[in-house]
Each structure stands twice: as C-alpha cells, then as structure tokens.
C-alpha cells in the first residue's frame, strides 16, 4: 500500500539565490517538486475569481491595453506598499496552500518530495516539512541577478529584498544551507550530498 512521503524538503532562501535551480538539481533526481511561485501566478490566471478580485481593486492601473493584467505593474505597486502587499497576499496565499495540501496528499508513491516555498518562514509553514534548505549566494550576486532576470531598476531590488526576511535569519534556521555563489556542478553536489542523508539529526 502506497503512503505519504516521509521526507518533505522545504526549499526556501532569498529572492534571486537560485532556488528554482535546485529545484531543477532535485527533479532531475526523481524528486517531485510544488513551486509556490507557480501556483500563485496560477492564482492570478484568466479567469480565476482571484484576478477578478484583484483587477477590481486597482483597475486600469495594472491592466494591459488588451485588458490583460499586468504583472510588472501590480508589482511596482505591492512592493512600494505593504499594505497592498498584504492585502494581494491574503488572496493569494489560501489558494497557494491548498494546492500544495492537495501536491502533498497525492504523491502517494513517493518517500521523498519537496515544497519549494519563497515565503516559508514569512507564512509560518516550517510545521509542513521535516526539513528547511535554505539556498544562499552573495549578496552582490542576488542584486545582480534580479536586475538581469526580472530587469528591474535598483530601487526595485532593494524593495523585494527587503519584502521578505533577511537572508542571515532564514540560514539560521535551515536544516540545510547550499551556497549558490559558485559553480552550478558545486550546486549540485551540495545537493546530492543532503540527498544522501538517509535518517537526518534534526528528524524525529
């Protein structure tokens, strides 16, 4: 009889470190993996009562010409106001955890999965996974890739930095923490080395 996983990896760190790249590292491993990210732009989906609730609140203020939402300005908006912020999130993050309660409940065939979930410590979700990775890099590094992947100016860096926890607090948390400040096979052998970790100190 198929259980649920007993290893669930809470895969978290700062904006721009490279969580997804690990996320990559650990699929490629067989390893299923619930991206956070994902589902809250599922959120927003055409469609959803979600995007109507939000396109609603701010109107033509982050609507495309086509009526479609745009996501650069909606962001130029949370990330200036908290209050905003909060407000987008308390829409957004009750459908988030429902698919991942959902992701968690189906992958029956699986001993080992992972949540990856930028906002881990900032929502209260450590009680989810049996343990915490945190993915780190240089500080001058994060900057440096959210300007180039999301081409932001760098006063909107310093705002999604500074949105979430400081990047010290989450490591000192972690179960485990893998330097992204190197090269991608130095990465990757990070990973596999906490992998190999059969029957974790911090479990049970």
Avoid at 13 to 22: A, L, R
Avoid at 156 to 168: D, G, H, K, N, Y
């Amino acid at each position: 009889m198929d259980s649920k996983p007993s290893r669930i990896i809470g895969l978290t760190g700062g904006i721009g470190t490279g969580k997804s790249t690990v996320a990559g590292i650990l699929e490629k491993h067989g390893i299923p993996v619930a991206d956070a990210d994902r589902l809250a732009r599922q959120a927003l989906a055409p469609g959803s009562p979600i995007r109507e609730q939000v396109l609603q609140r701010y109107g033509a203020e982050i609507q495309t010409r086509e009526g479609d939402l745009d996501r650069a300005r909606l962001g130029a908006i949370v990330f200036t106001d908290p209050g905003e912020r909060v407000w987008l999130e308390a829409q957004i993050h009750p459908f988030v955890k429902t698919q991942l309660r959902y992701f968690l409940e189906t992958q029956t065939g699986s001993t080992t999965v992972c949540l990856m979930v930028p906002l881990l410590f900032e929502v209260g979700m450590e009680d989810w996974v049996s343990e915490i990775w945190v993915v780190t890099c240089t500080p001058e590094q994060q900057r440096q890739r959210l300007q180039q992947r999301d081409h932001l100016t760098p006063e909107q860096v310093e705002a999604r930095i500074a949105s979430q926890w400081p990047l010290s607090e989450k490591i000192q948390r972690a179960h485990v923490v893998l330097d992204n400040s190197g090269s991608p096979a130095d990465l990757e052998k990070q990973v596999e080395q906490a992998l190999r970790i059969v029957s974790p100190p911090w479990a049970g």
